[in-house]
């Protein structure tokens, strides 16, 4: 095995750039959303921008450290690195700061940690160790399970947290579970059928809804004339109407009445601008006031004056529609979609199974923020407070996706001489 | 070696790419194709602060000051800012109930819980000053100065006017307007309601969440300034005005005196009337109630609105019509008989020497007289049909100001009424009428209606000899000292100057030795003519109108005073006293003003008293 010449030798110099386009593109839109005169300097330590600043200058030492480390670390430690993120989950459930109800902050004075935010790249490296040894039989049970628990564990504990939206991200690993083949497609297919059945149950009546799926299942056994599929068909026509009628009850008793709200907003089964749809009406009108330019830098009214709520962190895409308009919006999904394409593949080019399953990991974490933070800001998911990645306030956040990407990035710098 | 799973990786770059597309597709409409939020944006941040501009100061025609304003305050609240308090010492400072601070709190409420809306309307400066050391306490609270009419005389509340809020139907007409602005809604504060109010000033600011300010939009670019009203200086003498609305206590009538070179209006009395200051204040809408309600109907302005018969001052101009159709001159003698007989028709007459010619018939009101005169009019051989004569006639009415507008500067000014070809054929049927038929035309009576204003201009009209300028009550606009055109030209009648004389020797006359020789002023030659008007509804009205001095004359003045009897009693009294005090300043007949002064014509509830 050769060594390292340099610790910058085979460095992805591409996603770099487009990590610190992102990341100072943050900055500024931080800096613009909760700008006033009276502190003007983008470095006022008093300011989310200048304690944002302290946030980037910290991630990119971690950065510098992350790549400085020996890249045989991460998979060596991987289990151990788990090890740590799992109980620092249940050590802020004891020790933790209770804010509006949620218990996921270690406080240090002003300062404030979310271990939640870590427990991301700590699940995607334990993923990869998992399903990564040669000759692992994947389509078995043992390791199915496993797999699962890997992700469900971290899921259990930030729920317990009362963080439902951070809890949400760690099913981005079931896109993981589909590229190594541990999940079939058609279930993840299903399981998209199984929620575009309940939407529809919320807003079409019951009976007629049965009536269609009734006829939709005899109108395919019409069709294919096989004897053989009365029975599965039927099956599955009766599991869908099962489904329809479990939607209230799903509805009403397990989610919690904000979420309900929420989604009962985003299905314009409900107009309340007041109060749960307020944010997102807000945030519309901050896109969409600012037309194809934007009004420009600092010049954006609505989140500056503070219509739009968290417009440093979890709305801070309404800032960038505001004052860039829609090519600003537009250029940034397409840097997201860049980045995305770019860590595909690098995850692709990995000859390491174990740095593929954890670039996958990366893609479908950072996919899955961005899927449902920017629908979220443009009313088409409903109110799930997770960050935009690079882009909103805050430190854990950006040291959890800087340590997440960098991981990836060091991997894959070991790409040529690490043959297994 | 791995499998290499390309499909799935398809897959997963396929969903992202999809995902992004539907995104930006999203964006497009948001952010280009719909307009809805960019307006939504606009009405965020955005407040237009209105600069209302001070209401114009009314003067009289001696600059005694009429109408200012003062200003009271609005109690405004903003009720999510609203904290706990101590509610039951803020009730008694402002005296409401705990219940109605409830009710307004939810009102305000239901309106906005960001924006201020007003909790009490104004409150006195009293209030406001026991309010302000505490308002510290009572957080969402705030106190928004405004300014309402107020009038230091209690006169000329017709003339004046009042204001009151807009509503729908003129904010849907008038731009200009918003709902919860104030409007000039009678007399000269709608008539003059441009010059006084002013131009509003808009400032366009933008606020934040909490609605508050920070800052001018655009740098001030769409700004306006606001523009104070335009003063108006009248031609009312107040002095004259009170003195009149005095001797109408007790009495119900009108009278309006004019100065005939110019057509100021000096005098416009209406009994019974109201204290002006009634119509503002929180009190408004339950004194205004409380007006229009009343029996007497002190709210309705007679001297522009109300028809009367004129009874025999309209002889005058019969005579006039007579002279200028050749159908008499003024050495015409006429006999009376105590009455003047036509078919069945019988109009009597008093007692008087007979023959009389037409300056004595002016002096002692001959109705035979008038009869014959009238009857030489219309039923003239010189026109071919008695409606051709009758129309002629008409258009000599008319051309007096009399049956149309004379566009005086107020509003709500009535046309009077006189009867037309088309109205007698469809009562009698079409030449089935002549003289005879509609006699009491002749002295007055009969379908004539005509305001006392109509009147006082005739009178101004036989003053001049001829012409009138249209009466108004506004002298000068603003710093400028404008005043309309319209107000500077002559209207000619139809009759000759040199018709004239004989009328004025006659009614000059009436105060030497005629009806009105009890109202005479010895140092003043006055020209009048009494009237009796007959009213089916009860007592005959008292009218009279009359001119002074009769060389160079400075007022003309018509006075009615309803069911007081013959014109000499009540109306010829007080029109004499009017051009005493206007004239000489002070009253040369004490035994007439006492006698005014006491007389009680009609009982009435005063509605004065309370303030």
């Not at chain 1, 299905?267 to 749809?277: H, Y």
């Amino acid at each position: 095995m050769r060594q390292q010449k340099s610790i910058f030798q085979n460095i992805d110099w591409l996603t770099i750039l487009l990590y610190l386009v992102m990341v100072i593109a943050g900055w500024l839109n931080i800096f613009a959303a909760v700008y006033n005169e009276d502190h003007n300097n983008i470095t006022d330590l008093t300011q989310n921008y200048g304690k944002q600043m302290i946030w980037i200058a910290t991630s990119l030492a971690l950065a510098l450290a992350i790549l400085i480390i020996d890249g045989k670390f991460y998979e060596a430690f991987s289990g151990v690195i788990y090890g740590i993120s799992i109980l620092s989950l249940i050590a802020v459930l004891i020790f933790g700061h209770e804010v509006a109800g949620s218990k996921s902050w270690f406080r240090f004075g002003d300062f404030g940690i979310q271990p939640a935010e870590f427990a991301k790249f700590a699940t995607a490296l334990m993923m990869a160790r998992l399903l990564s040894p040669v000759g692992l039989k994947k389509d078995t049970w043992p390791v199915r399970l496993q797999s699962f628990a890997v992700f469900l564990l971290p899921v259990i504990l930030i729920l317990l947290e009362n963080e439902t939206g951070v809890a949400l991200v760690f099913f981005a690993f079931t896109l993981v579970l589909y590229r190594e083949n541990i999940i079939p497609g058609w279930i993840l297919l299903l399981g998209i059928l199984a929620t575009a059945l309940f939407i529809i149950s919320l807003l079409v009546p019951k009976t007629t809804l049965m009536i269609v799926l009734c006829s939709l299942g005899g109108l395919y056994l019409f069709l294919v004339q096989k004897r053989k599929y009365i029975l599965p068909v039927i099956g599955i026509t009766l599991i869908a109407i099962g489904v329809v009628f479990s939607v209230d009850y799903v509805f009403n008793n397990v989610l919690e009445s904000h979420q309900k709200k929420r989604i009962q907003v985003l299905l314009g089964m409900e107009e309340d601008l007041r109060g749960a749809g307020y944010n997102v009406n807000q945030s519309k009108i901050a896109i969409g006031s600012g037309g194809l330019l934007g009004k420009g830098f600092l010049k954006g009214t609505q989140t500056k004056y503070n219509f739009v709520p968290e417009q440093s962190t979890d709305f801070i895409f309404c800032t960038v529609g505001e004052e860039w308009g829609f090519v600003g919006t537009t250029v940034v999904i397409l840097l997201f979609l860049a980045l995305l394409y770019r860590i595909v593949f690098i995850a692709e080019r990995q000859k390491s199974a174990f740095a593929r399953i954890y670039g996958y990991g990366v893609a479908a974490i950072i996919f899955f923020h961005f899927f449902i933070n920017i629908g979220m800001t443009i009313g088409l998911m409903p109110v799930i407070g997770i960050p935009l990645p690079f882009f909103s306030y805050g430190g854990s956040s950006l040291w959890g996706f800087t340590v997440l990407l960098f991981i990836l990035i060091k991997l894959d710098s070991h790409r040529t001489f690490m043959l297994r | 070696m791995r499998k290499v799973s390309s499909a799935q990786r398809t897959i997963f770059l396929v969903t992202i790419t999809a995902v992004a597309l539907v995104y930006i597709a999203r964006l497009f409409y948001l952010q280009i194709i719909d307009d809805k939020y960019k307006l939504s944006a606009d009405e965020n941040v955005l407040r237009r602060v209105i600069d209302y501009p001070s209401r114009g100061l009314v003067y009289d025609r001696k600059g005694k000051l009429l109408v200012f304003n003062q200003t009271v305050y609005d109690l405004m609240v903003t009720p999510r800012e609203v904290k706990a308090m101590d509610t039951a010492e803020f009730c008694s400072i402002i005296k409401i109930s705990l219940e109605d601070f409830r009710n307004k709190f939810q009102k305000a409420k239901k309106y906005s819980p960001y924006k201020a809306s007003v909790f009490e309307k104004q409150i006195s400066a009293e209030t406001y000053g026991t309010l302000q050391e505490k308002l510290f306490k009572y957080k969402g609270f705030t106190v928004q100065p405004r300014t309402i009419r107020k009038y230091p005389y209690n006169t000329a509340a017709h003339l004046l006017g009042y204001l009151g809020e807009v509503d729908e139907n003129v904010t849907a007409k008038n731009p200009y307007y918003q709902m919860g602005d104030y409007i000039g809604i009678s007399g000269i504060e709608q008539s003059y309601e441009k010059e006084l109010r002013g131009r509003r000033g808009t400032r366009y600011i933008m606020v934040d969440n909490f609605n508050r300010e920070k800052g001018r939009f655009e740098n001030g670019k769409f700004d306006t300034l606001s523009v104070s009203g335009e003063d108006l200086k009248l031609s009312l003498d107040a002095d004259l005005q009170a003195y009149a609305e005095l001797l109408f206590q007790n009495k119900r009538g009108s009278a309006v005196a004019i100065d005939p070179q110019t057509g100021e209006i000096l005098a416009m009395v209406n009994s019974p009337s109201y204290n002006p200051n009634l119509m503002v204040g929180r009190e408004r809408s339950r004194n205004y109630g409380r007006l229009l309600q009343d029996e007497d109907k002190p709210l309705f302005n007679r001297a522009m609105m109300a028809y009367y018969p004129p009874g025999s001052t309209f002889k005058i101009i019969n005579s006039l019509i007579g002279l200028q159709e050749h159908v008499i001159t003024p050495e015409t003698y006429f006999s009376c008989q105590g009455g003047y007989r036509v078919g069945p028709i019988f109009v009597h007459c008093h007692p008087h020497a007979s023959p009389l010619d037409l300056r004595n018939a002016v002096a002692v009101s001959c109705n035979s007289y008038y009869c014959q005169t009238f009857r030489a009019v219309i039923d003239n051989r010189a026109f071919p049909s008695t409606e051709l004569a009758f129309d002629k006639w008409r258009d000599y009415v008319l051309s007096f100001g009399i049956g149309k507008k004379i566009n005086v500067d107020m509003p709500h000014e009535l046309k009077g009424n006189v009867p037309t070809v088309e109205y007698y054929n469809k009562f009698f049927g079409k030449g089935r009428w002549k003289s005879s038929t509609i006699i009491s035309l002749a002295i007055g009576q009969g379908e004539l209606g005509i305001t006392p204003l109509q009147m006082a201009n005739a009178a101004c009209i036989v003053a001049n000899k001829g012409f009138y300028y249209v009466p108004h009550v506004v002298k000068e606009i603003g710093s400028k000292h404008y005043l309309p055109d319209r107000f500077k030209e002559k209207n000619y009648t139809k009759i000759d100057t040199k018709y004239f004389d004989a009328i004025q020797d006659g009614m000059q006359w009436v105060f030497e030795r005629g009806t009105a020789r009890g109202s005479r002023v010895d140092s003043l030659v006055m020209c009048g003519k009494t009237g009796t008007a007959q009213n089916p509804h009860g007592k005959n009205h008292s009218v009279f109108f009359c001119f002074a001095p009769r060389e160079n004359p400075k007022i003309a003045v018509a006075v009615l005073v309803e069911n007081a009897g013959q014109g000499a009693h009540f109306a010829a009294p007080i029109a004499s006293l009017m051009v005493q005090k206007y004239l000489l300043g002070t009253i040369k007949r004490p035994d007439l003003e006492k006698r005014m002064l006491d007389a009680v014509v009609v009982p009435m509830t005063d509605t004065n008293d309370d303030d």
